[in-house]
């Protein structure tokens, strides 16, 4: 069962205009979310993260949203450049079961933009 | 380099065959995380090190896979007898502290089973 979803597997947006990507998760007890950006044949980048303390975080040009009662959280990329079309994954955190500070991801969303 | 480093950065083997995958993590770094990307699939979690504390193995797969961490630095994944369904990206992280610092990943090494 996917604790993190991200049910868009692709994106195309224009250049300038606003990339917005989507993830829900099931898990009440994950208190850190995190957006990674990943190029083919590179590891993850962490791109930016939001404690579940707040509902809002900005850096730049990305900002996340949180939204704790509905589960679900969103990456805002504004304005898009091409230079940003990559694999964008949701990643939530919280302790498991065995005590460790585990990151559960989404399968990613492939963001296009479109000079 | 600053960055986590990992080796080799691709692989293709036997089925049956033992491989051994390597990751050098940033220096300072006390928590190592080693994760897999199969085809079209988010990354899983396979065991985590923090410290000098018992490794949280709960994400291997199966018995065939183990993990060791010497010296709180260098990490090595091993996976014995090989199957098909073990072809995948392995990727490597490390953070800080292991309690929600952001884990900072290496290019991985990509598993290739013939």
């Known amino acids: 069962d996917q604790q993190v979803k991200q049910n868009s597997p692709s994106l195309s947006v224009q250049e300038g205009r606003i990339s917005i990507l989507n993830c829900d998760y099931t898990n009440s007890m994950f208190d850190y979310f995190l957006w990674y950006k990943k190029y083919p044949a590179e590891g993850p980048t962490f791109l930016i993260s939001i404690s579940s303390i707040k509902d809002k975080n900005e850096d730049g040009r990305f900002t996340v949203f949180l939204n704790k009662s509905a589960k679900h959280l969103s990456l805002h990329i504004v304005p898009s450049q091409p230079g940003d079309s990559a694999v964008y994954f949701c990643a939530a955190s919280g302790v498991s079961g065995a005590g460790s500070y585990q990151l559960t991801f989404g399968k990613g969303t492939k963001l296009s933009v479109i000079p | 380099g600053a960055g986590v480093s990992q080796s080799p950065s691709n692989k293709v083997t036997e089925k049956g065959k033992d491989v051994e995958l390597r990751c050098d993590p940033i220096?300072?770094?006390?928590?190592l995380y080693w994760y897999r990307q199969s085809l079209g699939q988010g990354l899983e979690f396979l065991i985590y090190?923090?410290?000098?504390?018992?490794?949280?193995k709960s994400g291997l797969p199966s018995d065939r896979f183990s993990a060791e961490r010497t010296g709180g630095s260098v990490s090595t994944l091993t996976i014995q007898r090989t199957q098909q369904e073990d072809s995948a990206v392995y990727l490597c992280?490390?953070?800080?502290?292991?309690?929600?610092?952001?884990?900072?990943f290496g290019d991985g090494t990509r598993l290739s089973i013939l």
């Open positions: 220096s300072g770094h006390t928590a």
């Open positions: 992280a490390s953070s800080s502290d292991g309690f929600g610092q952001p884990q900072h």
């Open positions: 090190f923090q410290g000098n504390s018992a490794p949280d």
